[in-house]
């Protein structure tokens, strides 16, 4: 029997010298792998081939991971099996990467609790199992490669485009509260000079641009808001019920600090919708039919309140 087994510095083949013993699943680590003089006797390394770089490795690492045969993998065990014509059973850590090698590459492969625990002995005492050169700098390449498949996996996450999603509509929710707070302070700061206006003009965004435009309301029947006010009737009944309206008179000063919270509502709306069409557009890219079933909003909502796309 021989043995696959994957190390940070490259593919390594074992040879199995006791096979026979290896239905001692319980006591198998204790007896035969306790320390480096008894796994030599268990198993014996055949062949290494080392990898040439780092990402040679973590192409290597995420083909483990992902269980894929790798090219060199397979060229590995055609060079050291097939080429020899050698008919021992490989064993393997992963069932569906046995499945792909014996598909591929006619190599009978075996993978059970046995295995598992051999390959946990043969872990134990890799140092000194590989031996040479490779053993001495092993603990640097671990860490190394651990740091590169993890940059990679990041980098390379295809769930990171949800996260796009999760956050627009998490910063969309917030705004919505800032720009509803800010409104109805100004409605209210405002209502002190000009009462009526907050039941003539609905829309938070008009209301502020329409302060911004006019000031003290005796400006009113002065300023021309077509483009602020689509409806002309709204804009006669604004510049009317200013010339009778109830409200205190105002100083410089607060209409002053009025006026830059107006500035605050108006930017932050802008940008709601600068965001909203973004949100629009990655929905459309990333979740079409989800968004022609619920919308954007709701689809986006159900999206960061799984997790990911592929949660839900």
Known sequence: MLLLFETPAGYALFKVLQPGKLSDV????????????LASSMVKLKSFSAFASTTEAVVA???IIDSTLDKNLKKFLKKNIVSKEIADELAVADIKLGGLIKEKLDIKCVCNDSIN????????????LLGGAESGS?????????????????KFSADKVDIMIVQAIGLLDDLDKEINIYAMRVREWYGWHFPEMAKIINDNMMFAKCVLRMGMRINCKTCDFSDILADEAVEETLKKTAETSMGTEISELDLLNIKALCDQVVSLSEYRLQLFDYLKNRM???APNLTMMVGELVGARLIAHSGSLLNL
């Open 26 to 37: 319980t006591s198998m680590w204790e007896t035969y792998f306790k320390t480096p003089e």
């Open 117 to 128: 625990e051999l390959y946990r002995g043969v872990r134990s005492q890799m140092d000194a």
């Open 138 to 154: 092993l603990k640097s390449m671990q860490l190394g490669l651990s740091h590169s498949l993890s940059r990679y996996k990041l």
């Open 61 to 63: 690492a995420t083909s």
């Open 284 to 286: 459309a890219a990333i």
